[in-house]
């Protein structure tokens, strides 16, 4: 392992930076833990006279612990305590790192179904 692989798993193993997670390819049952790196840039942009603030969620994941990440894959993010607090669904793909170390992955929060509502109602 070179120094820059050693320094990327410093970076995921520090408890402020990255956080616990199941990674299921294909958002299927089955998962592997992993640490993820929650971002969410935020920029401003300007068209035709216009200023739009565009939000965007990313994750970096180590390609060490995910090799192909793709869309369509389920991220469980759990807390301190291994529970689960927010599940992301990865819809887009982003840059890899030029060590070929991290890859950047657009997501997006699953919206837990609510339990008062009736499936059968339209």
Known sequence: MDAF???????FDDPNLAIDAIWRAGGGSD????????????????????????DAMLI??????VA????GDA?????DDGELTETLLVIGMGKIDTRRLV?????SAVQPDDPDEDPDEP
């Open 5 to 11: 692989a050693m320094g990327v798993d410093a970076i």
């Open 31 to 54: 998962g592997v833990s992993v640490r993820v790196i929650r971002k969410t840039p935020e920029a401003v942009v300007g068209l035709a006279g216009n200023q739009f603030d565009l």
């Open 60 to 65: 970096d994941i180590r390609l060490s612990e």
């Open 68 to 71: 192909v990440p793709a869309k």
């Open 75 to 79: 991220v469980d993010l759990l807390d």
């Open 103 to 107: 890859r950047t992955c657009e997501v």
